[in-house]
């Protein structure tokens, strides 16, 4: 296991991380060809990604000084340049590192045990405002090491971003919280607009591809309570093609 933070670590390497979290690099997967192929150009002919542009260099420092991560840079998005060119980013919530291991997923997976950043509410709030944003995407790890899976810390970073910027729309990717209802009523009732939770893929394949704490039922029954409790948001749910 390596322990120096800024020393390389390879795809499917334990290593432990800068707040001694010990963790897998790019998740748990089940032969080592997957774990190389997402180093892979897998774009098909004609959609490879667009060069970094000008304001790649404004996002990439704008997340790097208020210590943030983002799902474009933990999951190897092949489409992150032609993203933060235009000043857009996905903020992940709660550290880089997932208490869970789906398949499908690059970003890196062990228990952080109960590390959080209490200044990423704040942090969170004052990158969106420098990137005059009028849409917002939150996602986040999954925390099952919290006792309330960071329904909490998750709601006071909306809270934080409405704070210094009243009009954004903000759209929380939340995780499912094991289901709890008060950690999903606790998020909604942060002022988000949005509440999304992936069922990532038909049910007949839900068990190949998610951990299994994850489920399609589950999924479904988190956002069927979140609108039952507030009518008036959206609830939103995205799958993948191409597993089978």
């Not at 956002?223 to 191409?242: E, N, Q």
Request: some cysteine; overall charge positive.
């Amino acid at each position: 296991m390596s322990n120096n933070p800024s020393q390389r670590v390879s795809s499917g390497e334990k290593y432990r991380n800068e707040h001694g979290t010990a963790a897998i690099k790019d998740g748990m997967k089940q032969r080592k060809a997957q774990a190389e192929a997402l180093h892979l150009n897998a774009s098909p002919n004609g959609c490879e990604p667009r060069s970094p542009g000008k304001r790649f260099e404004a996002v990439k420092k704008n997340v790097a000084t208020h210590r943030l991560s983002t799902v474009c840079a933990e999951s190897h998005c092949p489409n992150m340049g032609e993203c933060w060119s235009n000043g857009t980013a996905t903020i992940m919530l709660m550290g880089s590192v997932c208490t869970r291991a789906c398949r499908f997923c690059a970003v890196d997976t062990g228990n952080p045990k109960g590390w959080l950043d209490h200044e990423e509410p704040e942090n969170t709030a004052k990158s969106v405002e420098l990137m005059g944003l009028r849409y917002i995407v939150l996602t986040s790890v999954d925390r099952d090491d919290l006792d309330d899976g960071g329904a909490t810390h998750y709601a006071n970073c909306i809270r934080a971003i409405k704070a210094r910027t009243p009009g954004v729309v903000v759209e929380a990717l939340t995780p499912d919280f094991d289901g709890e209802l008060t950690a999903i009523e606790r998020v909604v009732d942060s002022g988000l607009e949005v509440f999304a939770q992936n069922v990532e893929t038909v049910e007949r394949l839900t068990g190949r591809v998610r951990d299994r704490r994850a489920g399609y039922r589950k999924t479904l029954d988190v956002l069927a309570h979140a609108k039952r409790y507030r009518p008036d948001i959206i609830t939103k749910t995205s799958l993948m093609l191409g597993f089978g």
